[in-house]
């Protein structure tokens, strides 16, 4: 009988035939049959040996008929179907921080015989989005290929070319960084500072970042601290949500800056009177 690669030469299932007188009762047995290569073949030999007429068929059999012949040979060769195996490739997808990109890292695994060697390819291994969240990974393209020394490739088919993977892309972390050479005003009775402050996004990303500045006092001085505040995302400047890839780092910093003297124009008015003699 045939059977599904599994990866040894054991044949599960041998009848035997013969050319003898019809009506003669007598029985033939063997002691191996094995297939003469592991791969899978539509038409993979097989060698019965060990062949043997034996005794009768049942007890109320009285005649034996066996004694009547004799074996050309004690073995036989015939073929059978070897088909291949469905191979089933699971795979791990590994988390990532945000990067822009859709790529993913990948570790497959498979349901191989244990001893059998072979590569599995693929052309792909791709998130279903590039943002950051709880995502599915498809990696496409899968092929079967010998590597050096392997033989077993051809004893497997795929029981899909694909497969998916769960995987999570995280916020990347984005810090402010606050410009405190031109932080500087006159004297307004007020501690708001205009501070400047850049960061930066990956690639073609759109997101805007606001702040607060405060001096520690509205008094005038120099080099005086300014603490620097309320750090949030600000979203009335685009319409964009690439700021949900990012984890914004809010913590308080601190420069400082000048509070110049505000100048002050004095004006007066002479009221009028009759001469009086000063």
Sequence with gaps: DGKIYDGNVTVSGVKLSDNRIDGDVFKTSFTTASFDSKNADPMQGVTVGGISIGSPLAKIVIADDGGNYKLLSTTATTTAKIDQRSLTVTAQAYDKEYDGTRDAKVLLSDDRIVSDTFNVNYTNSLFDSKNAGERIVTISGLTLENGTGDTDAANYKLASNSVDADADITKRDLA?????????????GTTLAGIGYSWQVLNNDVVFVAADGNYLDKNVGEDKPIIVNNIRFDTNVTPSTDYLNYNLITETQKTSGSITPRNLFVSAIATDKVFDGN
């Excluded at 402010?176 to 307004?188: E, M």
């Design 176 to 188: 402010i960084s606050v410009i405190d050479f031109s932080i500087n005003k006159t004297y307004d």
